[in-house]
């Protein structure tokens, strides 16, 4: 079994009101020194598949089919082996 | 006209939407989105709501409804096309309107009477509607928030596809008008071809008797005035 954990994460040029929103209230909480918060997806998925160049192939068009808009969102992933239980 | 009303798992303004066309005589189908069949309509609508619970990003499950497919053929073949709201989330997400509904500026869900500036009287949608024209046309979304990269915004400056903008009560469209953070107050865009039409203003909640405004019966009578002409 391998899992994907995925990143999608709005392009630096695209305001995250989100964000601002967070870096607003963690100011009020007394963080001054926070300059900046954006605020991403993380997204788990299981394979069940050992071949991590066959899972990447699949991870890397899911992600660019579905998971993230290329109009906003860039993406990234790490591949890793999933601990039997 | 035959007018076909796509429902999907979450639309909740499909049946406001058949019956705003139906009441001014049209033959008007609400289609399942499990369906294959456009059952030949004139014009399909993609109504507001929250179609798959607004899941991943609001309309990006939509496009994997079967009936997608056939409102993007008919698109393609030069059928009109309107989406409402998370309709017009759904034809940016399928890639038959370029740019994409971002969260709302503000963070909060906005239900309110707006004011749009027609842009453009040169699309089936607002044809013989004079440019500057200010309709009073309500809004209720909390992804209405349009975004697109620079070149692309110039893009559709240049080719007069900015259909509707935020303004004011004169039609100013200033920063203080736009409810959403919208780049260049964006309220709707059309396509190249001018056929498929997104807008997040409900013009079928501004339509039927009994209601504050009823400008959206204007944007209803261009259609049928297009359909009148070409037929």
Redesign the interface.
């Known amino acids: 079994m391998l899992q994907a954990k995925i990143f999608i994460r709005l392009k630096p040029?695209?305001?995250d009101?989100?964000g601002k929103?967070v870096s607003n209230s963690l100011h009020q909480l007394g963080y001054v020194k926070v300059v900046e918060t954006r605020v991403s997806k993380y997204i788990e998925i299981s394979f069940d598949d050992d071949n991590e160049q066959a899972v990447e192939e699949q991870v890397q068009k899911i992600c660019a089919d579905?998971?993230a808009?290329p109009?906003?969102e860039n993406f990234t992933y790490t591949i890793e082996k999933m601990g039997t239980v | 006209m035959r007018v076909s009303v796509i429902t999907f798992p979450g639309s909740n303004c499909d049946r406001d939407t058949q019956r705003a066309f139906s009441e001014r005589g049209h033959t008007s189908n609400l289609v399942w989105h499990k369906d294959r069949d456009l059952q030949n309509p004139d014009l399909v609508v993609l109504p507001g709501g929250f179609s798959y619970g607004d899941y991943?990003?609001c309309g990006?499950l939509a496009r994997f409804s079967p009936i997608v497919n056939e409102v993007v053929a008919f698109a393609e073949s030069g059928g009109l096309v309107l989406g409402i709201c998370n309709g017009f989330q759904i034809l940016?997400?399928c890639d038959l309107l370029?740019?994409?509904l971002?969260?709302?500026?503000?963070?909060t869900f906005i239900c309110q009477h707006q004011y749009i500036r027609v842009e453009s009287a040169n699309t089936p949608f607002t044809r013989n509607i004079p440019a500057g024209r200010v309709l009073d046309i309500p809004i209720a979304h909390k992804e209405g928030?349009f975004?697109?990269?620079p070149e692309r915004l110039k893009s559709l400056q240049d080719n007069d596809q900015i259909i509707f903008r935020y303004c004011d009560r004169d039609g100013a469209a200033t920063s203080e008008a736009n409810p959403n953070?919208s780049l260049d107050n964006i309220a709707g865009i059309c396509n190249i071809q001018r056929n498929v039409l997104g807008m997040m203003p409900h013009p079928e909640r501004a339509s039927t008797e009994g209601v504050v405004s009823r400008d959206g019966r204007e944007i209803f009578a261009a259609i049928e005035d297009y359909f009148d002409s070409s037929r």
Request: without cysteine.
């Open positions: 040029n695209v305001l009101p989100q929103a579905l998971l808009n109009n906003t | 991943l990003r990006s940016t997400e370029p740019g994409s971002l969260m709302n500026s503000g963070l928030n975004f697109i990269d953070g």
